[in-house]
C-alpha cells in the first residue's frame, strides 16, 4: 500500500464534513474521497440490517477505490455497525465513539457524561456501555435528537424551527449535573453555538470529530502511510448518491470553497 493513496470518509450527507475540517486541519497533505449517502440520508432512523447493507457497499465501493484507510464520519454507523465492520474491512477503519468517549472522560472531572445522538445511536446503548467499560462508577445521559439532522442538511444552522427544536432537547437535559457533554452525531458540532446558548452554563463539549482524526493518524503513522507534510496538491473528491447541488450548496456552507465540486455516484 502506498501513502500516496486516499482516505475514504463516509456519512449520511453533510454532518462528516466536521470530520473533515479537523483532518484539513491535522493532516492537510492528505488525499481523501468523501462519501455522503444522502440518497438515504438520515441514518438515524435506519434498522441496523438497513444501517449494514448501506455501509457494506460504502466499504465495498471504497475498497474499489483502494484507499488505503477509512474514517466512519457518522455517529449512528460508528455505534451499531463498526465492530464487525473492523473485522471485514481489508484496511484499517476509524469511528468516531471510542475517540469522543476517551476524550470526554479525559477531562470530565464528576464522570458525569450526557451524549447527544440520534435514536439509533441511543438505542444502541453503545455511549453508555462504553463509558462504563470506561469507567464503571460513572453516569451517563444520552438524549436523541431526532430533527438535528435533517435541519443541518437543510443548512438551517439558525432561526426559529432550529432554535426551538435545539431548545426542545437542551430543556430536557440541562437540569442533570454533567460536566460534560458528547456530541455524538457528525452534523451536531454545526449547532454548537445554540446548543452552548440554550444549556445556559460552562461545561466540557466534545466534538469526537478532532479526536478520530488524531487516532486516524496515527494509525496511518505505525503503518508508515502518512503522506508527507511538505508534499503539496493534495486531492480531495465530494461525492454523494443523492442530488450533488444541495449538497455543494450546504457544503460551502458549513466548510467554505474546500467543497468546490460534487458528483453523484451509484454504489
Do not use: W
Request: hydrophobic fraction near 40%; include cysteine; charge should be positive.
Amino acid at each position: 500500500m502506498r501513502a500516496e493513496r486516499p482516505i475514504g470518509i463516509f456519512d449520511s450527507g453533510v454532518g462528516g464534513l466536521s470530520v473533515v475540517k479537523a483532518l484539513l486541519e491535522q493532516m492537510p497533505a492528505e488525499n481523501f474521497v468523501y462519501f455522503g449517502d444522502t440518497a438515504n440520508v438520515p441514518y438515524g432512523n435506519k434498522s441496523v440490517p438497513e444501517l449494514f447493507n448501506l455501509s457494506r457497499r460504502t466499504l465495498a465501493y471504497f475498497t474499489r477505490r483502494e484507499v488505503k484507510a477509512i474514517i466512519v464520519a457518522c455517529g449512528t454507523q460508528s455505534s451499531n455497525t463498526l465492530p464487525v465492520l473492523e473485522k471485514e474491512c481489508p484496511v484499517p477503519i476509524v469511528g468516531m465513539l471510542k475517540p469522543g468517549i476517551e476524550a470526554a472522560l479525559e477531562v470530565s472531572s464528576k464522570k458525569y457524561v450526557a451524549v447527544l445522538a440520534t435514536q439509533a445511536t441511543v438505542n444502541s446503548g453503545a455511549y453508555t456501555r462504553e463509558i462504563k467499560n470506561r469507567c464503571p462508577d460513572g453516569k451517563v445521559l444520552e438524549a436523541a435528537c431526532p430533527a438535528f439532522v435533517p435541519l443541518v442538511e437543510k443548512g438551517r444552522l439558525e432561526g426559529a424551527e432550529t432554535v426551538l427544536e435545539v431548545k426542545k432537547v437542551m430543556d430536557g437535559i440541562k437540569k442533570e449535573p454533567f460536566d460534560t457533554l458528547i456530541l455524538g452525531c457528525t452534523h451536531y458540532p454545526f449547532l454548537t453555538k445554540l446548543i452552548k446558548k440554550e444549556l445556559g452554563r460552562g461545561l466540557n463539549l466534545v466534538d469526537p470529530a478532532s479526536a478520530t482524526v488524531a487516532d486516524t493518524m496515527r494509525v496511518l503513522r505505525n503503518l508508515n502511510l502518512l503522506r508527507p507534510d511538505n508534499i503539496s496538491g493534495a486531492h480531495h473528491e465530494f461525492l454523494v448518491s443523492g442530488a450533488p447541488e444541495s449538497f455543494l450548496e450546504v457544503g460551502r456552507l458549513l466548510l467554505g470553497d474546500v467543497v468546490d465540486k460534487v458528483q453523484k455516484v451509484v454504489l
